[in-house]
């Protein structure tokens, strides 16, 4: 079975300082790891993910993530926060082996609340 | 490219009602998802369709939950009879395979309020 942690279910930054949120995940198989962001009252949009290949990540907004298999994590990273990055984030893992059980399914960790104060 | 649509977005039911939720996902993805949020966690799987067929219902309640997905296009979740415990988000989402880049596109979702 999969599972991910999220340390931290608040995060509070000012503008223009790092944001750092952390995530650990729990995989049998070569895992896909996955960010996304909700703003409230919306659906989930897709930061970044992890495959294959390179460890670290490039997202939308200026966020990156990398994925480190001896620690089991993917923190998400951010150099400068703004006050528009105010919103709940998820990390989310899913079996990346065609055909595995899990495959296409998503396992979310708890969420990580990010506020950004001027 | 029209993303995942979903309907209602809010409802408000009384406890032992019953409520159906109705997901058009992106014209072509062959697997569907619905995923139940209660306020405060993450998104947890409750099934999955690959076409018409479903993958998995393992998180399913399936005494009270029951959700089809005719000619593999759109999909209804319903719920009878509603208890308060399955006040939460429901979120649709599609993909045309999950192992591409950007595999997975979620609906804005579907709030129920069961009081």
């Known amino acids: 079975a999969q599972s991910v942690t999220q340390l931290g279910s608040h995060v509070s930054v000012s503008e223009g300082a790092l944001v750092l949120l952390r995530c650990n995940y729990s995989?049998?198989?070569?895992?896909?790891l996955f960010w996304y962001v909700q703003y409230p009252n919306q659906g989930l949009q897709l930061l970044l993910k992890y495959t294959t290949g390179a460890t670290l990540v490039k997202g939308i907004n200026g966020f990156e993530a990398e994925f480190k298999k001896s620690e089991t994590s993917f923190h998400l990273t951010k150099p400068s926060a703004h006050m528009s990055d105010a919103a709940e984030y998820f990390c989310a893992v899913s079996d990346g082996i065609a055909g595995g059980t899990s495959y296409g399914k998503l396992t979310f960790g708890q969420g990580t609340i990010l506020t950004v104060h001027p | 490219e029209a993303g995942v649509a979903q309907s209602p977005r809010y409802k408000i039911i009384e406890k032992r009602q019953s409520v159906a939720f109705w997901c058009n996902p992106i014209s072509g993805h062959a697997t569907l998802y619905w995923y139940q949020q209660i306020l405060g966690q993450g998104p947890k799987l409750l099934i999955q369709?690959?076409?018409?067929?479903?993958?998995?219902d393992s998180q399913l309640p399936k005494d009270r939950f029951s959700a089809e997905r005719l000619k593999g296009v759109d999909s209804t979740l319903k719920i009878q009879p509603a208890k308060l415990e399955d006040s939460a988000v429901y979120l649709c989402?599609?993909?045309?395979?999950?192992?591409?880049?950007?595999?997975?596109?979620f609906g804005s979702g579907t709030r129920l309020t069961v009081v």
């Open positions: 369709f690959q076409n018409n067929g479903v993958v998995d």
């Open positions: 995989s049998s198989v070569p895992p896909y």
């Open positions: 989402a599609s993909s045309l395979d999950p192992g591409t880049v950007y595999g997975y596109t």
